[in-house]
């Protein structure tokens, strides 16, 4: 794998981060294919650009999304595939409540380097589950 897929792939995570603590719709959909699928446990497929746009904006605005842990387990890039499973943990905080959401697991996500050069999530399948609550 040329090293240069490999940073590509890896600047991704972050700059996902970024986009999401931010609120970032216009950058989170620049990082995704149109056709983008997404799996949640329990939950039907959310299929597209426009629906992962939807579903980031029905959000409420007193949520705030934090990456608490990301961590690489595994990257393998094929011609203009490429998959990689993760570790993520995140903390959604409701800022009126102060009450916070943590969630922990793990992702397998498939990249694809589209016809511009630019490598893009095509597929995510979140395993996240809640994280038991802190002992006080």
């Known amino acids: 794998m040329p090293d240069t897929d490999q940073q590509a792939i890896m ?6 981060h970024q986009a999401t603590r931010n609120r970032d719709l216009p950058k989170l959909l ?3 294919t149109e056709d983008v699928v997404y799996l949640q446990a329990g939950q039907p497929p959310m ?3 426009d ?3 939807a579903a980031f904006q029905g959000m ?3 949520l705030q999304i934090d990456i ?12 203009s595939m490429a998959y990689c499973r993760c570790f993520l943990s995140v903390y959604v905080t409701n800022q009126l409540t102060g009450s916070v959401n943590r969630r922990s697991g793990y992702t397998l996500t498939v990249l694809r380097k589209d016809e ?3 490598w ?3 597929r995510d399948a979140n395993l996240l589950t809640p994280e038991p609550e802190p002992a006080a």
């Open 30 to 32: 620049s990082l995704m």
């Open 60 to 62: 409420p605005a007193t």
């Open 120 to 122: 893009r999530l095509a």
């Open 47 to 49: 299929q597209g650009r």
């Open 68 to 79: 608490n842990e990301w961590r690489l387990e595994e990257l393998h890039v094929e011609g």
């Open 51 to 53: 629906a992962f746009a």
């Open 116 to 118: 511009d050069g630019e």
């Open 11 to 16: 600047a991704i995570f972050p700059a996902w």
